[in-house]
């Protein structure tokens, strides 16, 4: 979520786009993919990312490294639009999605052969 506008320099006013620009979509498709190949990055160092199959040679951190260098170069296309309901229709809208998951942590029993058990409840029809 990006707010039409920003603090100035000195952080005591708010000073607001222009009604119809507010910011150029490849420049900010570049700072996206660095700051996503940034904490890609920190996540490695901190030994946060496991690699399971096909990405199993990624663990190993030279492999790691040429992958992400390949990434550098890669056009990132970021797609921005204002929202259909209005702005006030963002927050909600999007905390549907951050706030619920499918199967949470805590729901989940083990992984063996390829099988994920996990904890389940089932709500009761009402007639």
């Known amino acids: 979520v990006v707010p039409a506008g920003g603090l100035s320099l000195d952080r005591q006013r708010w000073i607001g786009s222009r009604k119809k620009f507010f910011l150029h979509v490849d420049p900010l498709s570049c700072l996206f993919r660095g700051k996503f190949l940034h904490y890609l990055e920190e996540a490695f160092a901190e030994s946060r ?60 029993l083990s992984l063996e052969d390829g099988h994920v058990r996990f904890r389940a409840r089932f709500a009761t029809p009402q007639s």
Do not use: D
């Not at 260098?69 to 963002?90: D, I, T």
């Open 49 to 108: 990312l496991e690699f399971q199959g096909q990405l199993r040679e990624l663990a190993h951190p030279v492999c790691f490294q040429v992958f992400v260098s390949s990434l550098r170069n890669k056009k990132c296309v970021l797609y921005a639009k204002p929202p259909f309901g209005g702005p006030e229709q963002v927050l909600p809208y999007l905390a549907r999605y951050t706030h619920r998951v499918a199967i949470s942590n805590g729901r989940l």
